[in-house]
């Protein structure tokens, strides 16, 4: 535990809680999930993210790898909310990709731009005293325990990641056919694993042992030992500063939220930059528009103006001819001007019968051509009023254009300075990150180094690696009563085999069941050992995260005979039920990811997320796309 930073309240304590996991990102909407401190249940459809969060606590809790959904780019922080036994909040943040863990004593769920109070490695090294696992275990009081990690009796320092393996089990070890004690199928780690359970179940630690090799055994050590402190050698004159890793992780953070200004500059002065491009463009459009109806206005009034002179003009001419009719009709004496009869032919009365006629002829055209005006003029007043409207349309247009382009002059102009500080501040990061992970890699050969430096010591004796049956007993009648109590069918008694490292139950082997049986059974044994361990006062987080523990049950109405070899035995409908309502009844904290529905009696008495498409749901532990950027 870290000597700068103690816990507040100096007390040691029992259990961990998790009270939330948040992402955090400048750029993006929170994506979060909390805990209830018994029981918890993610479920919903598949594909939303509820592997993901179980795998990202694993990560937060030291997990060494990662891999993120698409979804989780572009957040920066992920934050692991716990709370101590005596109630203290405590706030893990860590990157992704990184091997950093800022420790702070509050419960924070946004992202954080406050200094860490102290910072931890997640990898726990032989050498490294700063680690969250020498951290949370010095809180839980458990950090004097050692395992024993080879037949020669080397040892080394419990880890958190031995219980966390135990106590948090994601989707792809729920199924694996590999015993639930084993970190890999490789036989490295037997040893290890062997020596855990052995505590666990018992309560005493390995002794370290000091006894040397033989000949033989130390020139290969000692070859070993000479090629890594080259290789380090090596790695150490790549560096490019002599900072330590401390100053490294201080700047990196310093920069980080520089940045993370930048970035927010950046994108509020892009999002003004695409709004006033999207505002001149809709403006030149509406202006071509406002453009093209004025030069149709525009004709059409020139077309009715020449109409309308032609019009007037040929009223006037036939005024003109009715009073020149009138004049030439009357007082003309000779060939009659209408129609060219002689005098002799013409009747008494005849002038004036064509000058009526000729009026008539006249006054019919003039009103024709009169109402042809009539109709005109109205549509003229209307065309010059949309000239006027379009016009001072085209104006207001082009003042808001000369202004939009002002604008996006401007932003384009603060753009340009703050990419480009950016940018640099982005090399000095990347600078500093290579740094980082030659540190680490430095540190990675260092721990191996020192492995190598243990394996040299050998014990005068073997030391015992058996769990009493005593203790292999009380352990069996934990994990016996807790499948009774799930109503697993099938299954007569069940134990843990310490030879063979695996769960037998119904006189089979867990490895040689279905993927439903494998699934229970391995969710049984981690609840049984931490119910166990929380009976006998041994080391264990005190909280189970579970995922998946029963979505692979064949349903009710399978044929038992159609099974072949080693398929899951047929479940009754009651099972899923059964095990929910034993979880509600777990002494610690219960943290379960599935599909299907839990039942209602449960949802009523436990915290529940449900994730999916229908109404009321979350979409899942990320927020949807839409909802990301206002304006998955």
């Not at 029992?14 to 994506?31: E, F, I, N, V, W």
């Not at 943040?93 to 731009?113: C, G, K, Q, Y």
């Not at 994108?267 to 004025?294: D, F, K, P, W, Y």
């Not at 299907?596 to 899942?620: K, N, W, Y």
Request: a negative charge; one cysteine or more; hydrophobic letters at 35%.
């Amino acid at each position: 535990m870290p000597q700068q930073a103690p816990h507040p309240k100096g007390l040691a304590m029992a259990d961990l809680r998790l009270t939330h996991l948040t992402y955090a990102s400048a750029t993006k909407p929170l994506a979060t999930v909390d805990f209830d401190p018994s029981l918890t249940v993610v479920y919903g459809a598949s594909d939303t993210g509820k592997s993901f969060v179980a795998e990202s606590i694993e990560y937060m809790l030291g997990g060494s790898k990662l891999d993120l959904v698409s979804e989780a780019e572009g957040y920066s922080q992920i934050l692991l909310g716990l709370e101590l036994d005596d109630g203290t909040p405590l706030t893990l943040l860590r990157a992704p990709d990184s091997n950093t863990i800022h420790v702070h004593w509050a419960d924070l769920r946004e992202l954080v731009t406050r200094p860490s109070d102290f910072d931890v490695t997640a990898k726990h090294t032989a050498r490294s005293k700063n680690s969250l696992s020498q951290f949370l275990l010095g809180n839980l009081g458990w950090d004097d325990r050692r395992i024993r990690t080879n037949d020669a009796g080397g040892t080394r320092e419990l880890r958190l990641s031995d219980l966390v393996h135990l106590s948090v089990v994601p989707e792809n070890r729920m199924v694996d056919k590999r015993s639930p004690v084993l970190h890999s199928s490789s036989a490295n780690g037997k040893t290890a694993a062997t020596s855990v359970m052995r505590l666990l179940l018992t309560g005493e630690s390995d002794v370290e042992a000091t006894t040397g090799m033989n000949a033989g055994q130390r020139r290969v050590n000692k070859g070993q030992v000479s090629l890594l402190d080259r290789i380090i050698v090596d790695l150490q004159t790549k560096l490019r500063t002599s900072e330590n890793v401390q100053e490294l992780r201080d700047r990196h953070r310093r920069l980080q939220t520089t940045i993370d200004s930048y970035s927010r500059a950046v994108e509020t002065i892009t999002q003004q930059h695409l709004n006033s491009v999207a505002e001149r463009m809709s403006v030149t459009e509406e202006l071509a528009g406002s453009e093209a109806r004025l030069a149709e206005v525009g004709d059409l009034m020139s077309r009715f103006t020449l109409l309308e002179k032609q019009y007037r003009s040929d009223i006037d001419r036939l005024i003109m001819v009715t009073e020149a009719g009138n004049l030439l009709g009357f007082f003309k004496v000779g060939t009659c001007v209408f129609c060219g009869a002689e005098p002799e032919h013409q009747h008494p009365d005849h002038s004036e019968r064509e000058t009526t006629q000729l009026h008539l002829a006249v006054e019919t055209e003039m009103a024709k051509t009169t109402s042809l005006l009539d109709d005109l003029l109205p549509t003229m007043r209307d065309l010059r009023s949309q000239l006027e409207e379009l016009s001072s349309r085209r104006m207001e247009l082009k003042a808001s254009a000369t202004r939009l382009d002002a604008d996006i002059s401007v932003t384009r102009g603060r753009l340009a300075p703050l990419r480009e500080d950016m940018d640099q501040h982005l090399e000095v990061r990347s600078a500093i990150e290579r740094d980082l992970d030659l540190h680490q890699r430095i540190e990675e050969l260092e721990e191996r180094r020192s492995q190598l430096d243990g394996e040299a010591a050998m014990p005068a004796h073997r030391p015992a690696d058996y769990i009493p049956n005593r203790a292999l007993s009380a352990f069996d009648q934990v994990l016996q009563h807790t499948l009774e109590a799930w109503k697993v069918p099938s299954v007569d008694y069940a134990e843990y085999d310490q030879y063979l490292m695996e769960i037998r139950a119904g006189n089979r082997l867990r490895a040689s069941r279905g993927k439903g049986v494998r699934s229970v059974l391995h969710s049984a044994f981690t609840t049984a050992l931490a119910q166990y361990c929380r009976e006998n006062d041994r080391p264990h987080p005190g909280l189970v995260v579970l995922d998946s523990p029963v979505v692979t049950y064949r349903g009710p109405h399978s044929d038992p005979q159609g099974d072949a070899p080693g398929d899951d035995v047929p479940m009754t409908s009651t099972v899923v039920d059964h095990f929910y309502r034993n979880m509600l009844s777990f002494p610690g904290q219960v943290i379960i990811f599935e599909n299907g529905d839990p039942p209602h009696d449960v949802i009523a008495q436990a915290r529940t997320h449900r994730f999916g498409l229908q109404e009321g749901d979350r979409a899942g532990f990320f927020p949807a796309r839409r909802e990301r950027r206002s304006g998955p």
